[in-house]
């Protein structure tokens, strides 16, 4: 299994921008379909955006659509996640997921053996 960590989360105010990292470990990243899923308090994981193994294609939940932009970079390892427009809304421990030539149901996170330890996002007003 490929092993992940996340940076990049922290404070930040409604209606601003923040952007969390991923990177794997192991030499075959570009095989793995990754995710973005989220925890808020008192709520189940859920699963935000993913991008596929194969052809990058991408896919998000409805709230954030037009807001979060997931990417990836194949020669760093790295999956990213782009919030803008954060809201309250958003604050939750965000994990990156990875399953090796995953296709189809991104949003079941029983489908993905790896996971990284979560990075808190915190909206204020």
């Known amino acids: 299994q490929v092993q992940l960590v996340e940076s990049g989360g922290g404070l930040v105010q409604t209606g601003g921008s923040l952007r969390v990292s991923c990177v794997a470990s192991?030499?075959?990243?570009?095989?793995?379909?990754m995710t973005w899923f989220r925890q808020a308090p008192g709520k189940e994981r859920e699963f935000v955006a993913g991008?596929?193994?194969?052809?990058?294609?991408?896919s998000y939940i409805d709230p954030v659509k037009g807001r979060f932009t997931i990417s990836r970079d194949n020669a760093k390892k790295t999956v990213y996640l782009q919030m803008n427009s954060l809201q309250a809304e958003d604050t939750a421990v965000y994990y990156c997921?990875?399953?090796?030539?995953?296709?189809?149901?991104?949003?079941?996170?029983?489908?993905?053996?790896?996971w990284g330890q979560g990075t808190q996002v915190t909206v204020s007003s």
């Open positions: 192991g030499r075959t990243f570009s095989s793995y379909t």
């Open positions: 997921a990875a399953a090796l030539y995953l296709s189809g149901d991104l949003r079941n996170p029983k489908r993905f053996p790896s």
């Open positions: 991008i596929t193994w194969s052809g990058g294609d991408t």
